[in-house]
Structures are given as structure tokens and as C-alpha cells.
């Protein structure tokens, strides 16, 4: 019995070997395109919302209590709603329901309607739990998702508009509506904490304001909840001041030798979609295949400290923010990237290529002649939501497939799809994801000719 006392007491004590790290070589190319002008209404912080308040006003600060709550900032035409926020029973026996709601005024003399061209609002519990889910999964029926914004992006990418959301909302002149007013329960909940993902591509015909806020729920007669009313919404915007408490200030983006500090996001974000054409060069159409056993990438949504080499950063620049929070949209949560691989096999052979979106190890400048993955999975996803490609099989026929993918840090990924060129042919294929709530950039989109 000793030796078997002596082992378990080993494996107790005995640290868990860490991951062990392989490098691919592979070229990393900047990607090409930019981000489009659409202003992004983006309500991210403070992510844990503890007290009521304001989330994001982009109201005027005229005649509002605590002006440096506004940020003054009128949308018109196209632009996006991204908001997400938690809430938790503090003190655990406080169990009211967390409202979010989202609020647009016309200043204006005239009606303003508003069209709702895709939104979606989900919650953590029970809309969509963060299940573990498979590294891979085909998703063509819209079915797979870990977390809110997981759901909500796979919505959007698909075209849809949540029932709970009219087509359009038309708003009087001088007047406010509600364009969501919404809870997060975390009654029953163990623990009791709960979260709301929602995103909207809207388009309006005349100037607006937008704010998010957040609110207790009101408590009827027999103690039921009821949602707070329009005059109460518009009551804490005109009283209130930011919701607390405040998610950790960033560090400025200048290298300061002190430790990242990304923060959260509150403001309006420029950039709705990212398009790209990836080619050789400016001046061809086409892009030419790895040789055989190489591979070349690009990088997805890269960021300060990580552009894994390439000296791009992707993150959005911010047209309006609180002092306190994100001095870009690190991340660019809810932004299309569409890009186009016009793929040319310039070989006399036959070449089976794959297309991938895979998760290295983050770095700013590569310290190696590639880029870094585990050899085994770690812990950590970094990665989860729905991709989409376009292309056409060997029969010529065309092909859209939707691929959830679930991919943990330094995780290589597997083919989205993979093609076989014959020699001096060309295929495009069309990669479509929104960049995921929940997810750690960077990522890459990697071709390899086998």
C-alpha cells in the first residue's frame, strides 16, 4: 500500500505540465480593406451594472443634471446598436429584475421613422447558456450558440429581425420612444446572475438621440414586477448620472511599461462592416495559392499589442467615449468582416487548398518566423460564433456552408473549406462572420496548399 499512498500523493501535489508550444511558419499579411463610416451605438461598460443609471447617452447634455453624462452625438441614415450588460442580485437577496432600456428622441419638428432592418436580444439564461461546445460544428440550421452574443451575431449574420421587434418605429416630432425595454431576471437563478446580448442595424430618415439605461423593475400593487414606463426611462436620463459601479479605466494606448488595461466600451464607434478583396496586389484580381506545404494569413480584428506583426490595428475608432472607458472598440464586437478570396492555382498540378480561421497565441511583433499555437487545447476560449462561406464544388455548383466555431487560445482550427484546384484554375470563396461578443481577438484567416 505505501507505493500507491506515495503515488497519490504525487499527482496531488504535482503541478499540472503546462501546454507545450509549436510554431507554424507562416507569412502574416495585413488585411486588406478598411472599416466603413457607419456610426456603432456601443453600450459595453460598465459591464456589471450593480446600480441604476445611465449606460450611454448620446443625448445633448442641455438641461440634464449631470451633463458629463452626454455625450452629444445625433445619428441619421445607417447605424448599429451593440449593448451588453450584467446583472447580479447584490445583496444576493435583492432579486428584482435589472431593465435595460434603450431610448431614441426625435428633436426635430417633423416625425422621424426609424426602420429596423435586422435586431436580436438574447439573454444568458435561459436564451442561450454558455454550453461547452464542439471545436467545429456544422451550423447551417442556426441552432448552435454559447452565450448571448453568440446567438444575437449568428442572428444578424443571418438576416433576421427578432419577432419581439416591429419593422419600424415612427417618432413624433420633439418626442422620445422606446426602442427596447427589456429585463434580466436572475430570480431562480443559481448563482443569481444574468446577462443580455443585443444587437440592431437600423436606418433612420432624420436625426436622432439614443441612450441606454438601466433600471429596477417597478413593483405593481400585488408585488409583481412591471417595466419602468416612457416618463420614468425619461426621468433617470434627464436625473441620473452614469450607471455604477465603473469597470477598470484603461491605460493609455502609448506604451506605457505598465500592464494593458483594453477596458470596456462606451460610446459611438466608427464602423459597421469591414469588406476586403484579398489579392496579390492592388493591381490583380486574384490571389495565388501558397506552394505546396505553405501557408499565409491574415489578421482578424488585431488590436494595440496585437498585431501579430503586421502593424495593423483593425479596433474602431471611437467618435465619442466616456473618459473612463475603451479609447478604441478593442475587439469590434458585432462588425461584419466580408471578405473575398479569389483563390488562382498558378501551378501545372492539381493543389488541394484549405481556408481557416484560426486563434494563435497573441504577440504584437512575431518573435519567431511564425505564428504560435498549443499542441494540446487549453482552457480558454477565445473564439466562439457562427462563420459563413460561399464557394462553388467541383461540379460547379454554388455552396454556402455556416460553421460554428469554439476555438480555445492558441488553438490552430480546422478547414472551413477545402478545394481542389485543378492546375491554372480559379475559385472564390466568400468568408462572412460578425466578429462575436464574448471573444479575445486577435484571430487569423489562413490559406495552406496541402
Known amino acids: ?133 464542439p471545436s467545429f460544428s456544422e451550423n447551417n440550421l442556426g441552432t448552435v450558440f454559447a452565450g448571448p452574443g453568440d446567438r444575437a451575431t449568428n442572428d444578424i449574420l443571418r438576416g433576421k429581425r427578432q419577432t419581439i421587434f416591429p419593422e419600424e418605429i415612427v417618432i413624433a416630432p420633439n418626442s422620445s420612444q422606446m426602442l427596447l425595454n427589456l429585463p434580466i431576471p436572475v430570480q431562480g437563478l443559481t448563482p443569481p446572475l444574468n446577462g443580455r446580448s443585443t444587437l440592431m442595424r437600423l436606418r433612420s430618415n432624420g436625426r436622432i438621440y439614443a441612450a441606454s439605461l438601466a433600471m429596477f423593475a417597478k413593483t405593481n400593487a400585488d408585488g409583481s414586477e412591471r417595466s419602468p414606463t416612457l416618463a420614468e426611462w425619461e426621468d433617470l436620463l434627464n436625473n441620473g448620472d452614469v450607471a455604477t459601479p465603473r469597470d477598470k479605466a484603461p491605460t493609455p494606448l502609448q506604451n506605457t511599461g505598465k500592464p494593458q488595461i483594453y477596458g470596456r466600451v462606451a460610446g459611438v464607434a466608427r464602423g459597421s462592416q469591414w469588406r476586403a478583396l484579398l489579392v496579390d496586389s492592388p493591381k490583380t484580381r486574384y490571389l495565388t495559392i501558397p506552394q505546396s506545404g505553405q501557408v499565409f494569413s491574415y489578421g482578424l480584428s488585431t488590436l494595440h499589442g496585437g498585431t501579430l506583426g503586421t502593424g495593423q490595428i483593425q479596433s474602431a475608432t ?105 492546375a491554372g484554375d480559379r475559385s472564390l470563396v466568400e468568408v462572412d462572420f460578425l466578429y462575436p461578443p464574448d471573444a479575445t481577438p486577435p484571430q487569423v484567416l489562413t490559406v495552406m496548399t496541402q
Open 1 to 133: 500500500m505505501l507505493p500507491l499512498l506515495l503515488s497519490f500523493s504525487l499527482a496531488q501535489t504535482t503541478p499540472p505540465t503546462p501546454p507545450q508550444e509549436v510554431v507554424q511558419p507562416q507569412v502574416v499579411r495585413p488585411l486588406p480593406g478598411r472599416l466603413d463610416t457607419i456610426p456603432v451605438f456601443n453600450s459595453n461598460s460598465p459591464e456589471l451594472v450593480l446600480q441604476e443609471g445611465i449606460l450611454l447617452s448620446t443625448f445633448p447634455s442641455t438641461g440634464k443634471q449631470f451633463p458629463q453624462a452626454h455625450l452629444d452625438f445625433p445619428f441619421q441614415g445607417r447605424f448599429d446598436i451593440f449593448a451588453h450588460h450584467v446583472a447580479k442580485a447584490e445583496p444576493p437577496e435583492n432579486l428584482k429584475s435589472l431593465y435595460l432600456g434603450i431610448i431614441l428622441h426625435n428633436p426635430t419638428s417633423r416625425p422621424v421613422s426609424v426602420n429596423i432592418l435586422q435586431a436580436a436580444s438574447y439573454l444568458s439564461q435561459p436564451d442561450a447558456p454558455f454550453v461547452q461546445s
Open 318 to 422: 471611437m467618435l465619442r467615449r466616456y473618459p473612463d472607458t475603451a479609447y478604441r472598440a478593442h475587439g469590434n464586437y458585432g462588425i461584419q468582416y466580408s471578405l473575398q478570396l479569389p483563390l488562382y492555382n498558378n501551378t501545372e498540378n492539381s493543389q488541394t487548398v484549405s481556408v481557416s480561421i484560426q486563434t494563435p497565441i497573441k504577440e504584437d511583433q512575431l518573435v519567431q518566423p511564425g505564428l504560435r499555437f498549443f499542441s494540446t487545447p487549453v482552457r480558454q476560449v477565445f473564439f466562439r460564433g457562427t462563420v459563413r462561406v460561399r464557394y462553388k464544388d467541383e461540379q460547379g455548383q454554388p455552396q454556402t456552408k455556416f460553421t460554428h466555431l469554439a476555438q480555445t487560445r492558441g488553438q490552430a482550427g480546422e478547414p472551413l473549406v477545402l478545394l481542389n484546384l485543378k
